[in-house]
């Protein structure tokens, strides 16, 4: 039986930098009248999700930022409830070199989202794109900890074993679920941790999502699939 659904944000419940559409709202409103908690899974910063979640007039919503390194409870700041994941001091060390590093290899050809916890800059053309591969290829090494993420975008830099996985096994054990009355839904490289794990987990694509049972083109697809779950 479903008792949390997740989602990943934008390109999921969203077009990239597009407002949440009123049907997809509707249909949100409607899982949780059947008293499934929502939450919503991004790589962007919590306060982000705040603010965009808020304008949707959606409430009681469980927000994870930073792909799961920062949990809280609502859309209020401060808010109620919050967690910030632990990070190896070693780990969050070699994070904050790196963003160092970033910022005098790349300059304003790159921007430095800004996080907490994880590194995410984000680039404007291909070429940008693989000197960050190069840099990530050469800077990066396996003591460090650090697992990385390759999107369209940006490049996400994380602890690794902290992720949108991590952060649902966490909340799970927050509400007193198992992952099998979970439903997870993505788009992303970065949703597939997440998507292995829940009980029903939903790609948004038109080929497959790593980690789901399975893929459809729209949101509003996965979400009738939702209500017979």
């Not at 008792?3 to 509707?26: M, N, S, W, Y």
């Not at 409607?30 to 910063?45: M, V």
């Not at 992303?188 to 829940?198: E, F, K, S, W």
Request: charged residues 20%.
């Amino acid at each position: 039986m479903l008792k949390l659904a997740v989602f990943d944000l934008d390109g999921t419940l969203c077009a990239v930098g597009r407002a949440i559409l009123p049907e997809t709202l509707q249909a949100l409103v409607s899982l949780q009248a059947r008293g499934i908690q929502l939450a919503i899974s991004s790589g962007k910063p919590v306060y982000y999700l705040c603010g965009t979640v808020r304008q949707a007039g959606l409430r009681n919503v469980i927000l994870m930022g930073e792909n799961g390194a920062d949990v809280q409870r609502g859309v209020d700041l401060p808010p109620a409830e919050y967690y910030r994941m632990p990070v190896a001091p070693h780990t969050r060390a070699a994070l904050s070199m790196l963003s160092s590093k970033l910022e005098e290899t790349f300059g304003r050809r790159i921007w430095l989202q800004p996080n907490r916890t994880e590194v995410t800059p984000f680039f404007a053309d291909e070429a940008t794109h693989e000197e960050l591969r190069a840099f990530c290829a050469r800077e990066i090494t396996p003591d460090m900890g650090i697992t990385i993420y390759d999107q369209r975008d940006c490049i996400d830099l994380c602890p690794t074993g902290l992720d949108k996985g991590s952060g649902l096994v966490f909340l799970c054990n927050q509400l007193g679920l198992s992952p099998a009355d979970a439903a997870a839904v993505g788009n992303g490289v970065n949703d597939a941790p997440m998507l292995r794990i829940a009980g029903c987990s939903i790609g948004i694509g038109s080929t497959p999502v790593a980690g789901a049972h399975c893929t459809v083109p729209t949101i509003s697809e996965a979400l009738a699939l939702l209500r017979n779950f």
